[in-house]
């Protein structure tokens, strides 16, 4: 496959060293990656810093009309960014060119948005009005499960508001983000938008930077932890996308056949690599063995291969450590549940592993209380509303969740007692891009999406007049 560079003070220029990005359907070595050193890192952040007077300085509707040419770029160019992240990541081509398009989307709808000073009081004596300020050099560091997607959430927002960035995906998909780079770096001012690849070595150094003054991070609730440590040294702004466990709460008066095929999409897209993924599906006794056995067929009837052939469904994992990981909840699902489709992995090289649909489990097995994020889904029995409500907020977690009904008003009663951050009925993952949303508990800190979304990228300011 052809280079790819790193971005740094708008010169495309090798790594220090290499990184071997893996195919994740073969196990073959894909392409190398440029790898960042310390000093790359270092001059990456101070070419950020030396850009952001004059980037800051521009109209907002300057910045704006660069995302919407941004966008262009990358419309004209879909069907190869959907190409490249399904061989990165794995994922079906049909969900990569959801992903891209997505993307797209959100640079778009960033494009449109405002921060236009508020007057908050106006009298004869006095004026205060609220300003929106950008910060500086942001740090936008993104997860493997949707590489493009949840960097176009920071991204664009970022730059919108006037800050630079660094932008650091995950060492197992570099690649897209690698030729995002070669992009921007046509069109945006060197120093502007920044990509480094590191192998999980530069994160510390990059939060804890001094000349760092936000860091928006999506990924694990663990690393999350450590980031939010990282930051205190020089109080830095935060926002943090983390870990979830979604409870999928069934009541009794749904069409099995007709709600199965929804939780199991919602389980199962992206292989079961998503935070808002149904992770335990709580389904009311009466059709607890109608559920489980549509679940188990339309597990069996799953077409798992790679993501670049036609008619895929779903695609190995993206990694060898999520590989081995998954295996491990298997193993657990085999002594503490009965495991009713899947549990196999494909005799083949590649990640992958068969739609896996776990029933009979009890509520403290790994498989419950943990994130598994893979393709397999714990299925709950409950006979009491309040009960299932219980064992959902039974966790450490609190990102979204979903409910599943014919009686709306009771569905709504079910989600206003769910702890997380969204809960949807009736649907799963539509994101209204004009609606702000944030986590709860473990899952999370600070809000994405909409206007509260945009203006957490900036510093508000109060200026206060007397006239
Ligand atoms: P991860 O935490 O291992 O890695 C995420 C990113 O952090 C990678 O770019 C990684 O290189 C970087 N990183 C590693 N160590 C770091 C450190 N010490 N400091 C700073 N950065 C560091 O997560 P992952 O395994 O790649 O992703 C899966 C996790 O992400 C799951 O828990 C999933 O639920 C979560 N996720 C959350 C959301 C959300 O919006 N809440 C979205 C997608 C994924």
Not at 145 to 158: E, R
């Amino acid at each position: 496959m052809r280079g790819f560079k790193l971005l740094i003070n708008g010169k495309l220029v090798p790594g220090a060293t290499t990184l071997d990005v893996i195919d994740p359907s073969t196990e073959e070595v894909l392409a190398e990656a440029p790898r960042a050193d310390r000093a790359q890192l270092n001059e990456a952040i101070a070419a950020a810093k030396a850009a952001f007077a004059s980037w800051s300085d521009k109209p907002l509707r300057e910045r704006g009309a660069l995302l919407v040419r941004l966008a262009d770029a990358l419309e004209v160019r879909q069907d190869e960014f959907a190409r490249l992240l399904t061989l990165e990541q794995g994922k079906p081509l049909s969900e990569a060119n959801w992903e891209i398009s997505f993307t797209i989307r959100i640079i778009r709808h960033h494009a449109t948005l405002d921060l236009p000073n508020k007057i908050l009081k106006e009298d004869s004596t006095q004026k205060i009005v609220r300003q929106y300020t950008p910060l500086g050099v942001v740090a936008a560091i993104v997860p493997w499960n949707f590489p493009m997607l949840l960097l176009a959430i920071k991204v664009a927002p970022a730059l919108l508001a006037g800050n630079t960035l660094i932008a650091k995906p995950a060492p197992t998909t570099p690649l897209t983000t690698l030729r995002f780079g070669e992009i921007v770096s046509e069109f945006l001012p060197a120093g502007v938008f920044n990509v480094i690849v590191d192998r999980n070595d530069l994160g510390d150094v990059l939060t804890s930077h001094a000349d760092i003054a936000k860091v928006a991070f999506t990924g694990s609730t663990a690393t999350g932890k450590k980031v939010m440590c990282s930051v205190a040294g020089t109080l830095k702004r935060l926002i943090l996308e983390l870990g979830g466990n979604d409870a999928a709460i069934v009541l009794d008066d749904v069409d099995p056949v007709e709600v199965a095929p929804k939780l199991f999409v919602a389980a199962m897209m992206n292989a079961g690599q998503i935070c808002l993924g149904a992770k335990r599906l709580y389904v009311h006794e009466s059709q607890y063995d109608q559920i489980c056995e549509e679940l188990a067929r339309l597990a069996r009837e799953t077409i798992v291969d790679d993501g670049l052939k036609p008619g895929t469904q779903m695609g190995p994992l993206q990694n060898k450590a999520q590989f081995e990981k998954v295996k491990g909840y298997i193993d657990d699902a085999r002594r503490n549940g009965k495991i009713v489709a899947g549990g196999e992995v494909l005799d083949r090289r590649g990640y992958f592993i068969q739609p896996t649909i776990v029933r009979d489990i009890s509520d403290d097995a790994r498989l419950v209380t943990e994130e598994q994020f893979g393709p397999i889904v714990p299925v709950l029995r409950y006979s009491d509303i309040n009960d299932a409500v219980a064992r959902a907020n039974n966790s450490e977690y609190g990102l979204g969740g979903t409910v599943w009904a014919k009686d709306l008003d009771r569905a709504f009663e079910v989600a206003a007692k769910i702890d997380t951050g969204i809960v949807w009925i009736n649907k799963f993952l539509d994101v209204s891009l004009d609606v702000s949303f944030g986590a709860a508990k473990q899952s999370g800190i600070g809000t994405e999406f909409g206007q509260e979304g945009l203006e957490a990228f900036t510093q508000a300011k109060i200026i206060n007049m007397a006239k």
